[in-house]
């Protein structure tokens, strides 16, 4: 399953929610928020801008923001709310495309560093994050904990979520920490009828994520269980981690 093909027409059109689930205020504020305070009055740059769920709010609070994505779809669904003059954007992948400038923030939300199915495209995301900053810049990363504690022997898939017209099913490939994604979507006739969408990740453990920014020298600055700041413990689904290059002058890591 191609990238481009995952996101394509179809699901630039459904992606938006507005008001609800990821576009939720509850949800979105917060990371708004905190994005804005860790931008720290400079230009901040967002891997896998998609429709700008998180880019036009935090261009709103004034912070610019450039963007790198890879679907021209999702880029038209932008369009629709921001034009290039407010919000910048290079077409291509999150590990190798290079965006003008220099930046005090770049960030990678809502689990998208999994869509690079390879540990070397993840490692080669962090190096191109670190090659966007400024000295003493942050890179952060949103990220779901891999949920193979729910995984019992013999077994290949975990319910993620189940409620009245949805069903999300995991299906693992533990040698090569992969994890397919099965969107089911049930339309109004009695539930008889099922759309299925369909995506594939490679997971990272928290500790491989940090070994990860070390290669591209940044340390880790905080993480967190949430946008808001919450105790990230063993028993946390997600994580906010946020790392940071070393400052001028200061001794390297």
Avoid at 93 to 111: F, H, I, K, Q, S
Avoid at 212 to 228: I, K, P, V
């Amino acid at each position: 399953m191609d990238q481009q093909q995952i996101w394509d027409a179809d699901a630039a059109r459904r992606y938006d929610t507005p008001g609800s689930g990821m576009f939720a205020p509850e949800v979105l504020g917060p990371a708004v928020d905190r994005l804005t305070e860790l931008a720290d009055g400079g230009r901040a740059l967002e891997f896998a801008i998609g429709t700008g769920r998180v880019a036009v709010p935090l261009a709103a609070r004034g912070v610019p923001v450039t963007g790198v994505e890879l679907s021209r779809p999702m880029l038209g669904q932008l369009r629709t709310k921001a034009d290039e003059t407010a919000i910048p954007v290079v077409v291509g992948d999150m590990a190798t495309t290079r965006a003008p400038g220099e930046y005090t923030l770049v960030y990678l939300v809502y689990n998208t560093i999994s869509n690079l199915l390879t540990q070397a495209e993840q490692v080669a995301c962090f190096h191109n994050a670190a090659r966007h900053l400024t000295p003493g810049g942050r890179f952060v990363i949103e990220l779901w904990v891999p949920e193979l504690r729910r995984l019992p022997p013999g077994r290949e898939a975990t319910v993620g979520r189940s409620e009245p017209g949805y069903i999300l099913l995991d299906t693992y490939d533990v040698l090569r920490q992969h994890v397919v994604s099965h969107h089911f979507t049930f339309d109004g006739s009695g539930g008889r009828q099922a759309r299925l969408d369909r995506s594939p990740h490679r997971y990272i453990w928290p500790a491989e994520l940090d070994l990860m920014a070390q290669l591209a020298g940044f340390r880790l600055e905080s993480r967190h269980a949430d946008w808001t700041g919450s105790e990230f413990t063993a028993e946390s689904p997600s994580h906010v981690s946020v790392y940071r290059l070393p400052e001028p002058g200061a001794r390297p890591f």
